[in-house]
Each structure stands twice: as structure tokens, then as C-alpha cells.
């Protein structure tokens, strides 16, 4: 056995009393290693170092910090294949999705290196006579982040990238199933320079780690991605202790995809099969509600039955796999009850749904697609966060729109048609951050905003240059000259 893999604070790889198995879901014989479950003094060290970084760190000027970043960015294109089989083989998404979730990470540590020359403030007359007023913009100071387990690389990147480019310090503390890219990319960038206590990694679990983060009064922001009943324990926590937090919250997804009956068929199936299944549904901008009009519904179906039976659902690195396993047995568990549910409430399965025996043991599930569902039914109203979809009938492309928009979620919803009209008339009225015209609810560009409406998100986006409204603050100075 060799040695656990180790939490890094304060400048230092450092062993925790406690460790866990890394397992991958394609195969829960293969332990990708163990890894460090830190302590609440762990997070406490982790947080006192990056405290006493931030005066330093913060006034570096900003090229020095693009130096880094750059070299993170260079570091992880380099090694793409490699950091990619690890994500894959940790999380169980397919190797192309793996590869091309660590490429995004490198062309987001590229696009904040660039920002970091790029943070500009402004000048005006004050009302005052003779009197000037500036604005400008300040990192925050120690940011404690909370990541999924869906996105091992691009959700810690895209909040490391821009927190570590505007001159804040990290204590970052990622989902315990998913630790191995999370090393990594904590490797990564200390060996590209970032000063002691800047940068700080703690493992382990939230109960624990999370909760001590959230607890603890130098702490100056929050940023969490997760499930909705988590990210509201992370609100109530974050601004109900001794400091009131910063705090960014992405949470969950309903998100609809319509289909009109004057949509280029062929488009909408490989949307929908795109945007539901892939990744094995486990995306929060997932199309978990297929939203289609009357006169295409039966060709619809027939066409995604179809491609879904062609779909090929085995181990993530083998080649030729289009669908990964289901990360772990929670959420198999999970996937299962609400299949059930969905056939109780009335909504018939029209494909998949059942477990798949491949030759090691995984948390293999064919992909489910349900149809006359309503949109009032548990399987079109709670998110899921796996590969099943519901397809509900609606009339016209009025009563479509209300449906999409009929969900305590808003974070991307799309729509599949060849009307200019409707596709404009979509984009305004759909209440969601994030609307797809003829493209996957799932899969985004990393150099504009990300984030939704709703029960799905609170606070500033992620991502792009709106990136600085959560991660700097604002300063107005006034001087009489
Ligand atoms: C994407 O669809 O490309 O947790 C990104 C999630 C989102 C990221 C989705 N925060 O699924």
C-alpha cells in the first residue's frame, strides 16, 4: 500500500490523521489511491497561512500572477491525456469527456492569466468642485471553495483561476469522491509559483472540512457548487456566523429543452441526447425535461429511442464507450428511486432505466427516457442529476414556453426550432441565466458568464470577466486636488 495522498497547507504537502479509498465507478475493485480526510485544525492551519500570504500576495503586481497562471495553463495542456485518464477514471464520465474537461480547465487558467492585466477601474468629476472619485477593485482575501464531484477540474479551475488572478488566497476543499484532480491541479500550480499559503488544499469531507470553512471568522467569501439543500446550509452558515460571508452559490437544474414541430429532426436528437445523457446526466445544466410539440413528438421519440439503443454504456477509458458508469452507489440509489417514482406517478418508460452488468463491477444504468409525462409529476420537478429524461406532450409553442418556464429552477433552458421568431421570442422570455438556441442545455463556452435564476444560483456568475464581481470588491476613493 502506499502512503495516503496528502492535504497541502501552508506551503507544504501535509499527512492528515485520516484517510479515504478513491474509488473508481467503472470498476470498484481499482482504488485510485487513498487520500488525506483533513481535520477542522487542518482547515485552521490552512486558514491562518493563507491570512498571513494576502498582505504580500495581493500587492504583487498583476504580470507576476499572469506568469503563473500561464504556466498552470501550459502545465495542464501538456499533460491533458494523462489528467484526463485520472479524472476519468475517478468520476467515470468517458475519456473524451475527461480530456476535453481538463482541456477547458487549461483555457481557463489561460483566460484569467490574460484578466489579470486586465482589471481596470474608473475615473470621474466628483459633484464636488475640485474634488476626483475613483473606483476601484480589491481582492476580498481568503476564499474557501467547495466544489462538485461532476466536474473534478473545471469547477475548481474556474474558481481558483480567477480568485488566484485578482490576488486572493485559496483554502479549497473538494468533493471527497474526486480528490485525484484535485491534487493534481494543487500540484500544479504551487510548482508554478505561488507563494506559501496562497494556495492551500484540504481533503476530507464536508461535514468536517466544509463545515469549518463556512465556521471560521477569517473567511472572507464562499464560493460552492452543489445540490440545493446543501448550498442553503452553506447560505445560512456563511452569513449567520461571527463574519458575514461573501458567497456565490451554483446549485441545481430542471432544465427544459424545447422542441417544435418545425425543428430540423436530426438537430434535436442529437441535442437532446447530448445535452440528457451524456456526461451520464450528471451536469447541472443537464435537459432533464424534453418539452415537444404535437405535430414532431412521435417522430421524436421514435428518433431518440433509437439513437439511445445504439449508445454504447461500459467502463469510462474503455474505447468506444459513450456512457460512463454512475459515479457511486448514493447516487445509483438515487437514479433507481426516482425511475420508480417516475412509473408510479404515471409516466411511462419508454427505454432504458435497468442496470447493466459490464465485465468488472460498476455503477452501470442504461440511460431512461420517459414519456407522457406532466410537468406537475417528482420526475419534472426534482432534479435527478443522472441519465433520465422526461418527454411532456405540449400543444403549441405558447404553452411549451410556460412549461419551461413552470420550475423553482433557472439555469439554462433551450429550445430546438428553424423560426426566427420563436427562437427570439425564447431567448427574452425564458427564465433561466442561460438560453441555447439548436445547442445542448449542457456545455459551455469558459470566457462568458455562467449561472442561473432561481432556486439554481445566488450571487454574482462564474466565469468570464463578470468572474470579478465575486472575487473583487469594490473601493470609491475621493481626493480633493
Ligand atoms: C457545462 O455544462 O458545461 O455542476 C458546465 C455543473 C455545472 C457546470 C456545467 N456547474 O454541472
Not at 464636488?128 to 480589491?138: D, L, Q, S
Request: proline letters at 5%; a negative charge; hydrophobic letters at 45%.
Amino acid at each position: 500500500m502506499t502512503a495516503p495522498f496528502r492535504n497541502f497547507i501552508a506551503g507544504e504537502w501535509v499527512a492528515a490523521a485520516e484517510a479515504a479509498p478513491n474509488v473508481n465507478p467503472s470498476n470498484v475493485a481499482d482504488v485510485v489511491g487513498d487520500f488525506a480526510r483533513g481535520s477542522a485544525a487542518d482547515v485552521d492551519a490552512a486558514v491562518a497561512a493563507a491570512k498571513a500570504a494576502f498582505p504580500a500576495w495581493s500587492r504583487t503586481v498583476p504580470y507576476a500572477r499572469h506568469e503563473i497562471l500561464k504556466t498552470v495553463a501550459a502545465e495542464i495542456f501538456a499533460r491533458k491525456e494523462e489528467l484526463g485518464r485520472l479524472l476519468s477514471r475517478e468520476e467515470g464520465k468517458t475519456l473524451a469527456e475527461g480530456i476535453g474537461e481538463v482541456t477547458r480547465a487549461g483555457q481557463i487558467f489561460e483566460f484569467f492569466a490574460a484578466e489579470t492585466v486586465r482589471l481596470a477601474g474608473e475615473t470621474l468629476p466628483s459633484v464636488r468642485p475640485g474634488v476626483g472619485a475613483e473606483v476601484t477593485r480589491e481582492p476580498l482575501g481568503v476564499i474557501g471553495m467547495i466544489t462538485p464531484w461532476n466536474f473534478p477540474i473545471a469547477i475548481p479551475a474556474w474558481k481558483i483561476a480567477p480568485a488566484l488572478a485578482y490576488g486572493n488566497c485559496v483554502v479549497f476543499k473538494p468533493a471527497e469522491l474526486v480528490p485525484g484532480s484535485a491534487h493534481a491541479l494543487v500540484d500544479i500550480i504551487v510548482r508554478a509559483g505561488v507563494p506559501a499559503g496562497v494556495m492551500n488544499l484540504v481533503m476530507g469531507k464536508g461535514s468536517v472540512v466544509g463545515q469549518r470553512l463556512l465556521d471560521h471568522p477569517d473567511v472572507h467569501a464562499i464560493t460552492f457548487t452543489g445540490s440545493v439543500p446543501t448550498g442553503r446550509r452553506v447560505a445560512a452558515a456563511a452569513i449567520g456566523g461571527e463574519t458575514m460571508k461573501k458567497i456565490q452559490l451554483e446549485m441545481g437544474g430542471k432544465n427544459p429543452l424545447v422542441v417544435l414541430d418545425d425543428a430540423d429532426l436530426a438537430i434535436a436528437v442529437e441535442t437532446a441526447v447530448n445535452g440528457a445523457y451524456f456526461s451520464t446526466g450528471q451536469r447541472c445544466t443537464a435537459s432533464s425535461r424534453l418539452i415537444v410539440t404535437e405535430g414532431i413528438h412521435d417522430r421524436f421519440v421514435a428518433a431518440v429511442t433509437e439513437r439511445l439503443k445504439g449508445l454504447v454504456v461500459d467502463d469510462a477509458l474503455k474505447a468506444g464507450t459513450h456512457i460512463g458508469p454512475v459515479v457511486d452507489e448514493g447516487q445509483l440509489d438515487q437514479d433507481m428511486r426516482y425511475i420508480e417514482i417516475g412509473r408510479s406517478e404515471g409516466a411511462r418508460l419508454a427505454f432504458g432505466g435497468e442496470l447493466l452488468d459490464r465485465d468488472a463491477e460498476g455503477f452501470y444504468l442504461q440511460p431512461a427516457l420517459f414519456t407522457e409525462a406532466t410537468n406537475s409529476m417528482r420526475i419534472a420537478r426534482e432534479e435527478i442529476f443522472g441519465p433520465v429524461a422526461a418527454v411532456i406532450r405540449v400543444k403549441d409553442y405558447d404553452e411549451a414556453l410556460a412549461v419551461a418556464n413552470d420550475t423553482p429552477f433557472g439555469l439554462s433552458s433551450g429550445i430546438c426550432t428553424t423560426s426566427l421568431k420563436h427562437a427570439t421570442h425564447f431567448k427574452r422570455n425564458a427564465d433561466a441565466g442561460m438560453v441555447m438556441v439548436n445547442l445542448p442545455t449542457a456545455g459551455v463556452d469558459f470566457h462568458v458568464p455562467f449561472g442561473g435564476r432561481k432556486g439554481s444560483s445566488y450571487g454574482p456568475r462564474e466565469q468570464g470577466s463578470y468572474a470579478r464581481e465575486f472575487f473583487t470588491q469594490v473601493k470609491t476613493a475621493y481626493t480633493l486636488a
